[in-house]
Every structure is written in C-alpha cells, then in structure tokens.
C-alpha cells in the first residue's frame, strides 16, 4: 500500500504564494503519473495539475496555467505544488494523487489509484 501524506497548506494573502509537499511512503517505488486537485465545501473535486513519472511533462487547468507550478524529486518520493499569483478563489482543500503504473500526466481523477488526505489553502482578500 501506499500513503501520500500533503503539508505546506495554510492562509495566505491575495497575491501571495505558497508551495504545496506530497510525499508518498509506504513501498519503495517510484509511483507513476501524480496528480493535485482541489475541492471546495459543495462542489466537485476540480483537477489542477498532473506531472509525468519522470518529471519532464507536466498539464495544468487554465484556472492555474501560468501561476502554479508542478515538480518531483523521486529521489525523495515528492511533488511539489508552488503556487503564486494566489487568488481567492485558489481557496480550497487540495488534494495530491498518485497513479501506480501511468506515465503521462492526465486530468481524471477517477485514475488515480491513491490519494492523499488533503490540505487546506486559505486566500484571504
């Protein structure tokens, strides 16, 4: 099995930034495809960027493209989420996710076979 544990969450003012750490643990391989969405309180859980196994390909949604940026280390079994430019409504709790065997990065999240258990981002105005 395999745990992916999210932390760097937290409140923060508009136009700020912070950076978002997944770390998976739980067996020594390197997961696939890793993904981060983002859900609010009422609506559905909303994709916000994926990055490919080896880190070289990265998709994001057109909400983020340009502000958030995606990264790994599989030397440390991290994905890192960096997020500037923050918005109000970047508010949510965000989600890391991990695919077992995928290369590429894609936007489904009923692909991911693991999930983290979210933290909370918070954009104050």
């Known amino acids: 099995q395999v745990q992916l544990a999210e932390s760097g969450g937290g409140l923060v003012q508009v136009g700020g930034s912070l950076r978002l750490s997944c770390t998976t643990s739980?067996?020594?391989?390197?997961?696939?495809?890793m993904g981060w969405f983002r859900q609010v309180p009422g609506k559905e859980r909303e994709f916000v960027g994926a990055?490919?196994?080896?880190?070289?390909?990265?998709v994001y949604a057109d909400s983020v493209k340009g502000r958030f940026t995606i990264s790994r280390d599989n030397a440390k079994n991290t994905v890192y989420l960096q997020m500037n430019s923050l918005k109000p409504e970047d508010t949510a709790v965000y989600y890391c996710?991990?695919?077992?065997?995928?290369?590429?990065?894609?936007?489904?999240?009923?692909?991911?076979?693991?999930w983290g258990q979210g933290t909370q981002v918070t954009v104050s105005s």
């Open positions: 996710a991990a695919d077992r065997t995928s290369s590429v990065p894609y936007n489904i999240a009923s692909g991911y076979d693991y």
């Open positions: 739980g067996r020594t391989f390197i997961t696939g495809t």
């Open positions: 990055i490919s196994r080896n880190g070289a390909y990265t």
